[in-house]
């Protein structure tokens, strides 16, 4: 197996078992991510952003991208109900830090 095939077998893994957006997006996308490892000219990062595998990690960090959304909406509908009006700040931590 070549290092390509590696590489786009470890991102089908990701796109199979990670489950939220900000994960699947640094572990694909970022300077230091799986998608960089496949392109390193400018012209290797047109043919990659072209490649069905490229659109379909771009789907999925969507589809979890809405998902999120959709949840955070409604925790904010459900805290709306129950807590007094006025002014709230949301925090966002990590659990594996707790």
């Not at 994960?23 to 390193?40: H, I, M, T, V, W």
């Not at 400018?42 to 998902?67: G, H, N």
């Not at 509908?77 to 949301?90: D, M």
């Amino acid at each position: 197996m070549t290092k390509q095939e590696q590489v786009e077998q470890q991102i089908r893994e990701v796109l199979a078992t990670e489950t939220h957006a900000v994960q699947l997006s640094n572990r694909l996308f970022r300077p230091d991510g799986l998608f960089n490892e496949l392109a390193k000219t400018e012209d290797e990062r047109r043919s990659v952003v072209r490649s069905p595998l490229f659109k379909q990690a771009q789907r999925r960090l969507m589809e979890l991208q809405q998902k999120e959304a959709t949840e955070f909406a409604q925790a904010v509908k459900q805290t709306q109900a129950t807590v007094p009006e006025g002014s709230y700040l949301l925090k966002l931590e990590s659990a594996d830090k707790a």
